[in-house]
């Protein structure tokens, strides 16, 4: 694939395919009988995006899912490549915005020796088969292309004998105060080289305790810009014992099924 796509060859795509919705995959019917004579290839994705759809100071683009390796084009400029097609990620369209704009997402699952898995008993589809979105933030705002995350990491640590846990709560950001709140407390701390950092401890902890109990709480968190991300977590602990199995929250807990 080159590095730049002509706008008027990418229209052209459009115009010689098919209107279709999101989420799509190209093997819905030749993929299903087994025989294992699908369409493997390159299939484009076109769309003009209008100028309300990238408003904001800083926008980007959210691929949840694409099998099994995409570039990403955005006004004729290859801005990604991604490979693997299990996993999300984002590129941002702030500085390559223009008069007129056109996304051209190029995604293949044609056989290769790149992109895992390699071998398997099923289908290998291939297109835009989870959501597509446009996200606008502020020029203020939580990382966006760390590895598809969603720039916020909990983690609880659980004592059982005193039924408290502390909850490390960790951002990536551009900058800023954070305000990070849980369970009903708030924090403010400063973004230290694009990374902040604070702890909670939540006494009387609500487990999260299986199938029985599965509780969650919310962490958030908020820049002075007005950008917030939120996070749901559970608070449990487990361990495995070679003889006796697996432990959750300090008792036995049998698991069952497969794979």
Known sequence: LKAALPVEQA?????????????HTWNAVD??????????????YVRELTGEELAGDCVFLEINGAAMSADV???????????????AFRVELTA?????????????????????PQKADFTFYGGLYRDVKLIS???????????????????????????????TVETWQNGGNVTFTV??????????????????????????????????????AKLDSGDEISARFGCRQFRCDPEKGFFLNGRSYPLRGVS
């Open 137 to 167: 933030v502020p020029r203020e705002h939580f990382e966006l292309l760390r590895d598809g995350t969603p720039g916020i990491k909990v983690t609880p640590v659980v004592d059982l004998e005193k039924h408290s846990a502390a909850v």
């Open 31 to 44: 993929g299903q009988d087994g025989g294992n004579d699908y369409h493997r290839g390159q299939c484009w």
């Open 96 to 116: 390559d915005r223009a008069q007129k704009n056109v996304l051209a997402i190029a995604v293949s699952n044609e056989e290769n020796d790149t992109v895992y």
């Open 183 to 220: 369970n009903g407390e708030s924090k403010t701390v400063p973004s230290a080289e694009g990374h902040a950092q604070t702890e909670f401890v939540i006494e009387n902890v609500h487990l999260w305790d299986g199938v029985e109990d599965p509780y969650l709480y919310i962490a958030a």
């Open 73 to 87: 084009y955005f006004n004729g400029k290859r801005l990604a490549r991604h490979a693997g097609g299990y996993s």
């Open 11 to 23: 229209m052209a795509y459009a115009d010689r395919g098919e209107a279709v919705s999101l989420p």
